[in-house]
Every structure is written in structure tokens, then in C-alpha cells.
């Protein structure tokens, strides 16, 4: 058997600083290089530059995720990239940088594969369109498959691929126990989340990712006399600051201010999801993917979450018992006490898998090279 040709891989993303998007680009990069490919990022900079590099990959640093028509300056810059190093396939991961390609890739012969990632719900519309454009279009899941061709009706549904996201159970373990020292450590700093079970809402520091629903939760189980304690992980972030003292005045108004913990973003989350009794996704905007569903179940961890967009479709799969429908409280109390009293275990990940998506990814690189133009 003939051996695999060497490919060149281009992919555009806005920056590198922290996101679905960006984990992604990383994760392909890393599998491009270990498959003995060229791997170029194309982006603004950001804290996971030095990493991108550390892992064998090139970087170019062009602004090109800024919504502008200045914007269109990066064009010639890209066109003349794409004519330098020939690459076999340009990816885009996000709506500008997509626009931007697509036009850079005009008129060029031959011409590289276009392939698009559409990583969230964007809003439809003309500029959202661009990621259906693609000689192939990823979906992460198929809740955004569902949602181009609701949105989009000229889309080709041939052209869509669903290739979910995946996580390391490497870096996830089933039945993962963080040393006695770091719950030390832990605990010595969140004194309050000690002498319960915890409840842990991983998001940013915005109200669609349901803070105050979580909130609720804790104090309508402390009316069934079910003490909890609660962590909203990654919700206290610069900018923000009125909405976080605005879900502590919630939590001392519902009686568990002193239950109740609002943290940064931080490094140690696999830890937090291995000590905690419930992870809890209530979103109440439907999510694209879930990624922090696989991570905790990976784990071996308990989800709780709203019946809708991404998060449902993993329950479904992964965890029924955890599904709850979207906006029921008195539901989502009920069943996170069944779960609190007699969680269904869990089996080690045999789905979703970081390995998985890579290797789907790399397949579809060189199926779609092996198409006429």
C-alpha cells in the first residue's frame, strides 16, 4: 500500500486565546504533526501561541477576525500566503476569517479545498452564511447539522459532515481522584464548599449560562432539607462585575450566600469535576456542543442538565438520567435529588474521544482530496 502523501494544512481562526474553537485547532494541529503533516495557523496571537508552536506547528499572526471592512486588507496577505506555501486544504473556524479566505482563494489555480468548522449557533443570516460555503462544512454536533439546514435552505446537506468534539480520556480519567493535597488546598480556599455534596456550574460570567437557575436549585433543595453546597466555576471574569454581585445579592436573598462560592476561570477543573457530586449544565441559550458533559462523564461524574440544543443531545446519548426538561424547576430539584441519592453509574468513554475526532477529521481532509475539483 502506497504511503499516505504529506499534506499542508492551513487553518484561520480570529486568535488564540481561549474557546471552543481554539481547542480545536489546536487538537488538529497536534494530530496534523504527529501524522507527519505541515501544520500553519493563520491568527491574532494569544496565550496559546506558545503552545501551538511547542507542538510543531507554524504560526502566521495576521488580524483577521475583526468585523470590519478594514478588514479586508488581510486579503492580499492571505492570497499571497496560500500562492507561497500551497497548502492542500484552508479550514476556517470562524465567520470572518471564513469571508476572508474565500475571497483570498478566488481566481487561484489550482485552488485549495475550502473546509468550514461552524462551532456555534451563529445568528442566520448573510454573514453567518459563510460557514455553510465550505467544500465540506463540520458540524460539532448534530444539533448545529439541524440548525443550518433550518436556517439555510440552500445549504447541501451532502456537504455536511458531523464530526462531534472529543476529549482525552487521558486527561479525564474514569474514577479520577485529585490528591489529598490539592482538596487541602482546595478547600483551604473555599472554607464555605466544605461539609456537603458540590454542585459545580462550569461557564463564563453570562446569564444565558443560567447562574441564578443554579442558585434555585441549591436553595429549593435546602427547602427539602438537602444541604448542597454550590460552585459557579469560571463566572467571576473582568467586565463583570455588576452581574456577579448581582447573583450574590440573588443568593443571600434565597438564604445560601454562606453555601455559595463565585470563582475565576481556572487550570485545575478536572480536579473541581472529580470531587464534585453533581455537574450542572442549565444553560438556558441551547449550546452548540457541551464539551464540559463529556468531560465530567469521562470522569465518571454526574450531569445534570437542561433537555435542549447540544448539552440534550449528549445526555441523551451518554447520560439520560440527567436530562431535565428546559426551564422546569420543580423537575430539575426532583431529579437532582434522585441523582444526589442514587446516581446510575457510569462506564468508561467509548464515544466522543479526542482520538476520534481527530482521526475523523484527518479521514475528511483526505477524502475530500481525492474529489475532482
Known sequence: MPPRRRLTIVQLLPA?????????????????????????????????????????????????????????????RLRALFRRERPDIVHARSRMPAWLGGFALRGMSPRPRLVTTAHGLNSPGLYSRIMTRGDRVICVSNTVRDYLLRHYASVDAAKLVVIPRGVDPNEFPHGYHPEGAWR????????????????????????????????????????????????????????????????????AERGVARCMAISAQRDDTRDIYAISALILQVSNKPESFGRTVVEAIALGRPVLGYDHGGVGELLGDLYPAGRVPLRDRARLSERAVELLQHAPAIAPLSRYRLADMQESTLSLYRELLEEPC
Open 184 to 251: 487541602e488546598r482546595f478547600f483551604a480556599e473555599f472554607a464555605q464548599l466544605k461539609g456537603a455534596p458540590l454542585l459545580t456550574l462550569p461557564g463564563r460570567g453570562t446569564r444565558l449560562k443560567g447562574h441564578a437557575e443554579a442558585i434555585e436549585l441549591v436553595a429549593d433543595l435546602k427547602a427539602r432539607g438537602i444541604d448542597t453546597r454550590l460552585l459557579l466555576l469560571g463566572a467571576r471574569q473582568a467586565g463583570r462585575e455588576a452581574y456577579v454581585a448581582e447573583l450574590e445579592r440573588l443568593a
Open 16 to 76: 488564540l486565546e481561549a474557546g471552543g474553537a481554539e481547542r480545536s485547532a489546536l487538537e488538529i494541529a497536534r494530530a496534523l504533526v504527529d501524522g507527519g503533516h505541515r501544520s500553519i495557523v493563520v491568527s491574532g496571537g494569544g496565550r496559546l501561541l506558545r503552545r501551538l508552536i511547542d507542538e510543531g506547528s507554524e504560526h502566521v499572526e495576521l488580524p483577521i477576525g475583526r468585523k470590519s471592512l478594514a478588514s479586508l486588507a488581510q486579503v492580499p
